[in-house]
């Protein structure tokens, strides 16, 4: 008996395997377009599995790709003379308007819409076969059927799908708001859906129709997930403040949370727009009574301040730091804060002594084994602003080993990698590299990659390694805050070593220095340089890109950062900026989806 079992599940089994694999091959076939070798193999697993919808249909598609259309219309009029299914109507109807008889197909497409009055369960199965042939007017006929039939269930999401398929965004839209009042938690699938839709131009007229549909259900029916999704209407056109409105409504009808105000400050912080930043986080501490909340907003707010102070102003930005010191103590909870005081004490204030001296005391704290990792390394990151590097090497070092395969001891290999460069130990700085560029950190991953390529590109080309250390050195210049410096470096760089491959590097690097000391005209003739001479090289679509932007957002020339972008889609496919440049040049394109 039971060996009766096994051998009838052996067979079982070996049939199982042979349908799969064969099923393989004639999909292999149907895919490279030999359709007769596909069609053997079809015909032999509809045999096998003559009740199995899947192979008539696989069988069908064949004779059709074949133009073999009677053949085809053969298999489905049997198929129905055994079992009705509207769904092989549509098909029929198909075969018959791939004929070219239009008339019959459309009555047969009727006869299949008709079939749900007395069965509707078949609408998603009719609609999908209709949408399977890109028959999208049919499928819209079979859904607003749908939604008088049976008004218990909802067809706006496929509707949607539907319209944005067909081009139609205001019924797209209008499905959409509809299936986000039926089931309100897609709202952030709903959100993906319709992003490639709108744009940054406020003017676009995508995003008025959005908007004033979202105005409107406001009007109507004040729920929450109107104001979050007009919220996130304005961060895409980057209005924040407008944002900050509907996010400021949605709080006071529940007041539990201030996370995604404390999100839309930091983005627009991210963004650049620091005075509306400035304000959400001045709105965070009047509202907030949790400590931490505070604290984070205090230190955004103080590091604002930061960018740009006058002397005067660093001495009040100080005494605010130490104000809040003397009001939440100096614990386990205000670290974050004491590393941004540690980092305004050096990199702002110059005075690398008492931060220092003031990092030292909080690693005396009782605080976890990460926090004393942070602390270090902002230690060792001050070592190196003072270019003591091998005290810093160490305090790297003893973070690599406390926290082995962290973020964190990863951080702090690419800074030994990167103190190691500084000092002109490229050999070390390489190894270390190698070990970063399957970092699961991707950012880490593409810094090293970065650092690595300068190295490995420049270090065999002159046997001093001159214009490497030059680099390097102008590298540490600008790590330091000494801007002037660095420029300076790199300029004898261009001057002493022309024809060698870092040249492209040191214009690039003193653009970027350009752009920080707001010197647009000479930032600008650096990538023109770039993208002149070395257009063939790694710089080439960073120069295009950098300089894209510095048109857009600097130089008022939208034309000229239109054709740069556009260069960058057509002939930098693999680049990291392919995505973002798209969207920028649909953008000053005018397009109406984004």
Known sequence: MHKNCFILLLILGLRFGFSQNSEVLAESYFKKGEFKKALIIYENLNKEKPYSYKYV????????QLEE???AENILVQRLAKRYNPTLIVELGYNFQLKDSLDRAEQ??????????????????IAKKFEDHSLLDQAIRVYDKGKLLTPDKDYSLQLARIYGDQGNIEKMFENYIEYIAYRPNYLNNIKRAISEFISENKSNENNIYLRRSLLKKIQQEPSPYWYELLSWLYVQEKAYNKSFIQEKALYKRNPESLDRIIELAVTALDDNAIETSKDIFNYILETTQDANTALTAHQYILEIDTKNASEKELKRIDDAYNDLFKQYGKSELTIPLQLAYGE????????TESATQFLKESMRLNISEFQEAKVKLLLADILVLQEKFNEALIFYSQIQLGLKNSTISQEARFKVAKTSYYKGDFDWAESQLKILKSSTSQLIANDALDLKLLISDNKYEDSTQTALKHYAKADLFSFQNRTDEAISLLDKILEEHQGESIIDQ???????LFEKKKQYDKAESNYLLIIKDWKEDILADDAHFYLAELYNTHLAKPEDAKQLYEKIIFE?????????ARKKFRMLRGDSIN
């Open 344 to 351: 305004f004490l050096a990199f702002h204030k110059k005075d």
């Open 108 to 125: 047969l497409y009727d006869e299949a819409v008709a079939f749900i009055d007395e069965k509707p369960n078949y609408i998603y199965s």
């Open 506 to 512: 040191a214009l690039f690097q003193q653009a970027k």
């Open 69 to 71: 259309y009677d053949e």
């Open 572 to 580: 930098f496919e693999d680049s990291i900026y392919f995505i973002e």
């Open 57 to 64: 249909y696989k069988l069908i598609e064949t004779h059709q």
